[in-house]
């Protein structure tokens, strides 16, 4: 760009970076970064966000958290997203109680979370086996307003099915129909494999039939 006589602004430079962070050279995307300070083009949200999202994405968690902190000391308030980048990074390494604390300054904060937050969570919660606490999230969701996305649901499901509670993950299936959302191909697997697994072979039959009514296999 700048060879071309065309001067890079933060927009340039975001694109840049995130497209960086998208093909995991993150690295390359922090020297772009640091050549914005030396130009005096100043971040702005999208910029740190595409950051945050890369080193989370690379097991650099510590790091983006240091970029949020840096955010602040700049004065660019960081948002919904910026945080769930990184909720998504502790839950991942199975870290949930820290992102229950995370969870509570981001509100503390004025932030609202939004479905992908709570959804995070609710799969984080249920890859550790905390059932009760991630069902408690998903009514407390619902109490709030929010409305389950596919994702939501299916970590739910799979949360139920690895504890071997079929019958809670069938009843959270129908809950799923009858809110209008309607599962994938994994929601479905994830049911199908577990029914078999315990010889219910029956449902998982029936639900077999159903996927492939709706075109999933």
């Not at 340039?12 to 050549?35: R, T």
Request: net charge negative; hydrophobic share 40%.
């Amino acid at each position: 760009m700048a060879q071309r006589g065309v001067t890079p602004d933060v927009w340039s430079y975001s694109i840049m970076i995130n497209g960086f962070c998208k093909i995991k050279m993150v690295d390359e995307a922090m020297k772009l970064f640091e050549e914005m300070h030396c130009k005096q083009i100043f971040p702005n949200v999208v910029t740190y966000n595409s950051l945050v999202d890369g080193l989370c994405k690379s097991g650099r968690t510590s790091c983006a958290l240091e970029l949020v902190d840096e955010m602040h000391d700049r004065g660019q308030p960081s948002n919904i997203i910026t945080y769930n980048s990184i909720l998504d990074a502790i839950c991942k390494n199975n870290h949930v109680d820290k992102a229950i604390v995370l969870l509570t300054k981001i509100k503390e904060k004025g932030i609202q979370p939004d479905i992908f937050t709570y959804t995070v969570l609710i799969n984080g919660l249920c890859k550790v086996g905390r059932l009760d606490d991630a069902q408690k999230v998903f009514e407390d969701l619902l109490v709030k307003g929010y409305s389950p996305n596919i994702y939501t649901y299916t970590s739910l499901i799979n949360g139920f099915c690895n504890k071997g509670f079929f019958d809670e993950g069938l009843a959270m299936l129908s809950k799923m129909k009858d809110n209008g959302c309607i599962p994938n191909a994994i929601t479905y697997e994830i049911l199908i494999h577990s029914l078999f697994e315990k010889d219910e072979n029956d449902k998982a039959e029936k639900l077999l039939r159903e996927m492939i009514a709706r075109g999933l296999l």
